[in-house]
């Protein structure tokens, strides 16, 4: 597609980032739980110790979705595995495969690092998104549930005494 470009975000691009993920998180019905800023962003993602990457598509010369993902590690396979933590295009140029063109160029950022997996999760009611991710071969891992551990918990188990 040649009205779009998909390329690595840069610090510059911290209230766009932040933009994205409410709109996501809107749209996924969390808006509440967003608590992250443009200068946590401008730290965790381009500071000293990066912990995720973002990259940013284009359609036009105007921003209009992202993928933020970060490396995990499979011990089954030895090999590192790329995690995506966000999807998002905006509403009026879905439809013009920018979704697609965000997942191929992971998918190729995945394979160039010699990552054995691609994952990522879905919302379960999202059947426009499973739909989609079943097209391009995404497998569902219906034998597996997420466990978190977040907020006061997380604090209370790091104190734990043993």
């Not at 401008?42 to 993928?67: C, N, S, W």
């Not at 998918?107 to 426009?128: H, M, Q, S, T, Y």
Request: glycine fraction near 8%; include cysteine.
């Amino acid at each position: 597609m040649q009205d779009l470009i998909i390329r690595n975000g840069q610090p510059q691009d911290c209230e766009l980032v932040l933009d994205f993920i409410t709109r996501l998180a809107e749209y996924e019905k969390l808006a509440h739980e967003v608590v992250a800023t443009k200068e946590q962003l401008h730290k965790t993602l381009f500071g000293e110790k990066a912990y995720a990457e973002v990259i940013i598509a284009e359609y036009k010369g105007k921003p209009v979705g992202f993928a933020l993902y970060f490396y995990n590690y499979s011990t089954f396979l030895a090999k590192p595995g790329l995690y995506l933590e966000d999807l998002y295009v905006l509403p009026e140029v879905r439809g013009k495969k920018i979704g697609k063109a965000l997942l191929v160029e992971l998918a190729k950022v995945a394979v160039a690092n010699g990552c054995g997996r691609f994952e990522w999760w879905v919302l379960d009611w999202n059947k426009p998104a499973i739909d989609f991710y079943r097209s391009i071969g995404a497998v569902g891992m219906d034998d597996w549930t997420v466990q978190r551990v977040d907020g006061q918990a997380l604090e209370d188990l790091a104190n734990t005494q043993l």
